[in-house]
């Protein structure tokens, strides 16, 4: 069941998606060769909690960190660790946190100092895939519409959508209904109403969608082992049209702070 939020709901997760996006952001100019995947997770987690919110990925379904951490032929959930960056590395970071009983959720590809022309592109086109899919986030519109609109537009740069994973509703749940996948025919599935909130992923390749699950039972691989990137940022319809939540103004700490941070 689709659980459409109100004006007050969506003002509440829209503080969860910007602290997401502040701490993406602070991450950021840290994505540098040398650096321990495990210290960016540290961080993230640290700032989590100053800023009185909880990690929505820590635990999840078991997982261990606080932050995903993907490395260039890696799609998703990869494990932070020792491994360090290295120039010409694609770093894919997914992340959320739970705040005041709402949950935000977003994904940035970043480049880890020069990359190759192709990376920068594959990592150009899934933001850009991403503003294709926000386009068709109308009222009367269909949810598979920006599923077609994801997939016309990464398949005409010559990549593919991952079809084993997809976006997701978002709120109260990391997870809720409807599922968006990044590949479809358009003029199909739920109806897009205000109110609707989604966490919209587009999840690309430069070779073919097959995935692998590496033995750690998380992290998820191109098949060909070809680049992958990831962009992701938490949507809501409202009166005035869609609203990137993770993207609507950063707040200051003073603003999210609270006397004690939650547990």
Not at 6 to 24: C, F, H, N, P, Q
Not at 30 to 38: F, L, M, N, S
Not at 145 to 164: C, K, L, M, N, P
Request: with cysteine; proline share 5%; net charge negative.
């Amino acid at each position: 069941m689709i659980v459409y939020k109100t004006d007050s709901e969506i003002k509440a997760m829209g503080e969860s998606a910007r602290i997401v996006a502040l701490i993406l952001d602070e991450l950021r100019p840290q994505i540098q060769p040398g650096v321990r995947t495990r210290d960016l997770d540290a961080y993230a987690e640290r700032r989590t909690r100053e800023l009185g919110a909880k990690p929505a990925f820590k635990g999840y379904r078991g997982y261990p960190a606080s932050v995903c951490i993907s490395i260039n032929e890696e799609i998703i959930h990869g494990i932070p660790s020792a491994r360090t960056l290295r120039a010409g590395d694609i770093a894919s970071l997914d992340f959320g946190v739970l705040y005041d009983g709402f949950y935000g959720d977003a994904a940035r590809s970043y480049a880890v100092g020069a990359v190759t022309p192709l990376a920068a592109h594959l990592i150009a086109a899934a933001e850009a895939s991403f503003h294709k899919g926000v386009e068709q986030m109308v009222e009367g519109q269909r949810v598979s519409d920006i599923s077609h609109a994801v997939q016309t537009y990464v398949e005409a740069q010559g990549f593919s959508v991952i079809r084993s994973f997809v976006g997701h509703g978002i709120g109260h749940a990391l997870h809720e209904e409807p599922q968006v996948p990044n590949f479809g025919f358009p003029g199909r599935g739920p109806k897009i109403r205000r109110g609707l909130v989604l966490a919209i992923e587009p999840m690309i390749a430069a070779g073919d969608w097959d995935v692998d699950i590496l033995e750690d039972g998380w992290t998820a691989v191109t098949k060909d082992r070809s680049l992958a990137a990831h962009y992701e940022e938490t949507v809501a319809l409202t009166e005035s049209g869609a609203v990137v939540l993770s993207r609507a103004g950063i707040p200051s700490e003073s603003a999210l702070r609270k006397e004690q941070p939650h547990a």
